[in-house]
């Protein structure tokens, strides 16, 4: 009976060890020599493919301390998992777009979040740093993303979420409904993001600029609520139908840019 409970304890023993080693080897930093590196401005400037498809940002190259991500440094590089750690302040404009990334691990001490940083991707579960106070336009568009990680919201400059301002979508839904919270729905924050079907909820206030252009939405209900849309706000879709709540006309909107379809019905249910 003691051999057995101590056989097993040994066996527990082994898997811990080579789960760590597995850990800490997925871990280790890839090697100075597969990026160009501005050592002035301290930002990693490309990524040579050659590499492989798992990385981990190193800290320092050479002596000189790694800041920065710079603008599509890592664009269409085939990766698809990618660490990045603390010390990098700032992920630049398209960094990675257009990859294979399936597991992305952001750390505390990440800054900004540049437009396009990760559009175009495989990515499934996001947690993103609380030390985050900037994140741009569809920087996690056309990613993979479960529902409770799919909505992006706007950072505060002390890193706090204000989930009344929703600034991106990286789901795979074509058919969503935004959140009850929301009163702004930011520019560009679900362009090009293959919707077919979207539902607004009491509470919104304002539609931005191009906030769901490019998409293949066929008919829309503006809440009463609304006030403000942005111009292009539903630029290049399927509209066919626009019904607008509670008002009689486009007059009653503090703004009314949106370029509707032509051939779309726009009906107003206060209308006489």
């Known amino acids: 009976m003691k051999k057995g409970v101590i056989g097993g304890l040994v066996l527990l023993l082994i898997i811990l060890i080579i789960s760590s080693v597995s850990l800490l080897r997925n871990q280790t930093e890839t090697e100075e020599e597969c990026f160009e590196f501005d050592s002035e401005k301290r930002v990693i400037t490309k ?16 002596v000189d301390p790694v800041e920065a991500i710079g603008n599509y440094a890592f664009r269409d590089s085939n990766l698809e998992s990618v660490v990045i750690p ?8 398209g960094a990675f777009y257009n990859n294979n990334i399936k597991t992305l691990k952001l750390e505390e001490g990440l800054l900004e979040i540049n437009p396009f940083a990760f559009y175009n991707n495989e990515i499934t579960r996001l947690s993103i740093p609380d030390s985050v106070t900037r994140i741009g336009v569809n920087a996690f568009t056309k990613n ?12 505060n400059e002390d ?37 077919e079907t979207v539902t607004f909820s009491e509470g919104l206030k304002r539609i931005e600029f191009s906030a769901f252009s490019d ?12 006030m403000h849309i942005g111009e292009n706000a539903f630029y290049n ?31 107003y249910t206060n209308a006489n």
């Open 47 to 62: 990524y040579k493919k050659i590499c492989g498809e798992s990385i981990v940002i190193p800290k320092k190259i050479g």
């Open 86 to 93: 603390g010390s990098i302040e700032r992920i630049g404009t």
């Open 144 to 155: 993979s993303l479960v529902e409770r990680d799919a909505f992006i919201y706007w950072r």
């Open 159 to 195: 890193g706090s979420i204000d989930e009344s301002i929703l600034i991106g979508y990286g789901g795979e839904s074509k058919d969503i409904v935004v959140p009850n919270q929301v009163e702004t729905i930011y520019l560009n924050a679900f362009s090009q993001s293959g919707l």
């Open 215 to 226: 998409n293949s939405i066929e008919e829309v209900v503006i809440p009463e609520t609304v």
């Open 237 to 267: 879709n399927d509209l066919k139908r626009v019904i607008v709540e509670g008002k009689e006309g486009a007059e009653e909107f503090n703004f009314l840019g949106a370029l509707w379809n032509d051939s779309a019905d726009v009906e």
